[in-house]
C-alpha cells in the first residue's frame, strides 16, 4: 500500500510561481508512473500532468505545457510540480497519484493510489 503526502499549496496572485511536492510511503514508489490532478469546485477531477518510473518525457495537459513541469526523485521517493505564470484558472485542489504500471495514461480511474489533496488558490 502505497501512502502519498502533498504539500506546498496555498494563496497566489495571477503570474505568480508555486511549487507542489509529493512524498511516497510504504511501497517501491521508484517503479510507478506518478501523476498530478487537480479538482475545481463543481468540476470533475482532471489531468494535469505525469512521468513515468524511467523518467522519460514528461506528459502534460496542454492547458499547463510550458507553464508548470512535473519532476521526481526517486532516493527521496517523491514528485513535485513547479507551477509558473499561474492564472486564476489554475485554481482547484491538486492531487497526486500513483499507478504500478510504466504507462501514462491520463484517466483517473487507472491510478491506484492517490494523496489527500493541496489547495492552490489563484487570485487576480
Known amino acids: 500500500q502505497v501512502r502519498l503526502v502533498e504539500s506546498g499549496g496555498g494563496l497566489v496572485q495571477a503570474g505568480d510561481s508555486l511549487r507542489l511536492s509529493c512524498t511516497a510511503s510504504?511501497?517501491?514508489?521508484?517503479?510507478?508512473?506518478m501523476a498530478w490532478f487537480r479538482q475545481a469546485p463543481g468540476k470533475e477531477r482532471e489531468f494535469v500532468a505525469a512521468?513515468?518510473?524511467?523518467?522519460?518525457?514528461?506528459y502534460y495537459d496542454m492547458s499547463v505545457k510550458g507553464r508548470f513541469s512535473i519532476s521526481r526523485d526517486n532516493a527521496k521517493s517523491t514528485v513535485s510540480l513547479q507551477m509558473n505564470s499561474l492564472r486564476p484558472e489554475d485554481t482547484a485542489v491538486y492531487y497526486c497519484a500513483a499507478r504500478s504500471m510504466t504507462t501514462v495514461p491520463t484517466a483517473t480511474s487507472l491510478y491506484d493510489y492517490w494523496g489527500q489533496g493541496t489547495q492552490v488558490t489563484v487570485s487576480s
Open positions: 512521468i513515468s518510473s524511467s523518467v522519460s518525457s514528461p
Open positions: 510504504g511501497g517501491t514508489s521508484r517503479d510507478y508512473t
